[in-house]
C-alpha cells in the first residue's frame, strides 16, 4: 500500500538551532512529495515540493528538502530555527496513476524554545 | 492569490442531525477535495470532485456524501451526524490532476457533535 510515514510526532528545538523533520515514503516509480505546514486555526499551506526536477528543493521561509531515491526520504530541514516556525508539519506524497489524490503523513508538531 | 473558504470555522450540532459544510473557490479550480483532519492520524480523504455533478470516494466516505451543482462550490454532508464525526474539516482545490499540481486548503471547519 502506498503510505508515508513520519516517525516523529513531535519535536523540540531551540531557537537559533538546526531544524529536521523526517519522512519516509513506500517506494514508487515518481512519486510527488510536498511538505505542508500548518499554523494553529489555520489551513495548510504548501512549504515546497519535489516533482522530479533538482532533488534540493527550497521552499519557503528558509526550509529545504532533499529528495533521496535510495534512502526513500524526503526530510524537511532548516539551518535556524524561528519562534514563528512553532506549527504542524505534513509531508505529502502523490504517486503515479493516483490522479489528484494525495497520501499524508500523520504530521509533526514542531516546538521552538526560546 | 488562490482563496478557499469554508462557511464556518466552528459549528456544533446535536446527533442525528443533518450538517451541511460549504465550500467555495474562487480559482476556477476543476478539482476539490474535502478531508478530515484527526490528532495522530493527519489528514484523511474523505471525497473528491474532478468536475461538476462528478464525484468519487476517498478514503473514508461513509456516513457523508457531497455535492458538486457548480465548479466553484462543493458541499460535504452528514445525513445524520453522529459523536464520531466531530472533527476538524478541511476543503482543497487544485487546478489540473497533474502529478504535481498542489492542494490549496481553507482554513477548516470545526465541527462538534453532541
Known amino acids: 500500500a502506498q503510505s508515508v510515514t513520519q516517525l516523529d510526532s513531535h519535536v523540540s528545538v531551540s531557537e537559533g538551532t538546526p531544524v529536521l523533520l523526517r519522512c519516509n515514503y513506500s517506494?514508487?516509480?515518481?512519486?510527488?512529495l510536498f511538505w505542508y505546514v500548518q499554523h494553529p486555526n489555520k489551513g495548510l499551506q504548501l512549504l515546497l515540493k519535489?516533482?522530479?526536477?533538482?532533488?534540493l528543493v527550497k521552499g519557503i521561509n528558509g526550509f529545504e528538502a532533499e529528495f533521496k531515491k535510495s534512502e526513500t526520504s524526503f526530510h524537511l530541514t532548516k539551518p535556524s530555527a524561528h519562534m514563528s516556525d512553532a506549527a504542524e508539519y505534513f509531508c505529502?506524497?502523490?504517486?503515479?496513476?493516483?490522479?489528484?489524490?494525495?497520501?499524508f503523513g500523520k504530521g509533526i508538531t514542531l516546538s521552538v524554545r526560546p | 492569490d488562490v482563496k478557499v473558504t469554508q462557511s464556518s470555522r466552528y459549528l456544533v450540532k446535536r446527533t442525528g442531525e443533518k450538517v451541511f459544510l460549504e465550500c467555495v473557490q474562487d480559482?476556477?479550480?476543476?478539482?476539490m477535495f474535502w478531508y478530515r483532519q484527526d490528532p495522530g492520524l493527519g489528514l484523511r480523504l474523505i471525497y473528491f470532485?474532478?468536475?461538476?455533478?462528478?464525484?468519487e470516494k476517498g478514503d473514508i466516505p461513509e456516513g457523508y456524501s457531497v455535492s458538486r451543482e457548480k465548479k466553484e462550490r462543493f458541499s460535504l454532508i452528514l445525513e445524520s451526524a453522529s459523536t464520531n464525526q466531530t472533527s476538524m474539516y478541511l476543503c482543497?482545490?487544485?487546478?489540473?490532476?497533474?502529478?504535481?499540481?498542489?492542494?490549496?486548503f481553507g482554513p477548516g471547519t470545526r465541527l462538534t457533535v453532541t
Open positions: 517506494s514508487s516509480y515518481s512519486p510527488s
Open positions: 482543497a482545490s487544485s487546478l489540473i490532476a497533474g502529478v504535481s499540481s498542489e492542494q490549496y
Open positions: 505529502v506524497v502523490r504517486y503515479t496513476g493516483a490522479n489528484s489524490k494525495l497520501t
Open positions: 480559482m476556477d479550480h476543476e478539482n
Open positions: 470532485s474532478y468536475d461538476v455533478k462528478m464525484k
Open positions: 519535489y516533482t522530479s526536477a533538482a532533488t
